[in-house]
């Protein structure tokens, strides 16, 4: 599995942009990157996705590099409601069972108000 | 809200009892993942089932099974428990096995003592 690494944690203030990292260094070609977040006791939700270009959605924006090693995942403005731990996984579309996400440990992002 | 429901929402159980969870996709998916997630850890893949067959499994002994049935709904079955098998198990539902797009509900949690 081609995997993803991303900080342990970060913190923002409310209502400003968070911008959070994510290297993928041994990302395939056809390899597509997701977006999901995990709020205190629920289960992951989906945010974005993309393969080569930037994507934005009603959620956030996904910014990806010209060589696809890194994207990062931006809330254009936070809000406590965000504070979640945020999960870079990489999907191959061409595997069977290609929904076997490796969520890795993610990025615990605080959302200081 | 993401349309998928899963019970029951809590459990106890002892060493070496068998449990079994459920899960009712959201309308429209065919097809149905289930993830085990231990405390402070990301989900961790346990199998997918499309058109009611295993199409993927992740690294869990066979003691851990599954069934789809035709409305797409599934079970989460777990023999001769352990307590390291206490977790939140997390059910996900989506369109096609390939999509990496989830729909996960909330998860039951299983205390095993």
């Known amino acids: 599995d081609a995997k993803t690494t991303q900080p342990n944690s970060m913190e923002s203030n409310e209502e400003e942009p968070v911008h959070l990292p994510c290297n993928h260094s041994?990302?395939?070609?056809?390899?597509?990157i997701h977006w999901y977040r995990q709020l205190p006791s629920q289960g992951p939700e989906y945010v974005i996705h993309g393969l080569t270009s930037n994507v934005n959605n009603r959620m956030a924006s996904l910014a990806i590099a010209e060589d696809r090693k890194s994207s990062t995942l931006i809330l254009h403005r936070a809000t406590l409601r965000d504070a979640a731990v945020y999960y870079c996984i990489l999907t191959s579309p061409d595997q069977t069972g290609a929904n076997n996400l490796f969520f890795g440990t993610g990025t615990r992002l605080t959302v200081i108000p | 809200e993401t349309g998928v429901t899963q019970s029951p929402t809590h459990l106890i159980k002892t060493r070496g009892q068998q449990v079994t969870l459920r899960c009712s996709s959201q309308s429209g998916h065919n097809t149905v993942s289930w993830y085990q997630q231990a405390l402070g850890q990301g989900p961790q893949f346990i199998f997918q089932?499309?058109?009611?067959?295993?199409?993927g499994r992740g690294n869990f002994p066979p003691r851990f099974s599954g069934l789809q049935f035709p409305n797409y709904s599934s079970e989460l079955n777990v023999n001769a428990l352990e307590l390291d098998d206490s977790a939140l198990y997390l059910c996900a539902s989506s369109l096609g096995q390939r999509t990496g797009e989830l729909f996960f509900g909330e998860g039951s949690r299983l205390t095993v003592l």
């Open positions: 041994t990302i395939s070609g056809t390899d597509y």
């Open positions: 089932y499309y058109r009611e067959e295993e199409n």
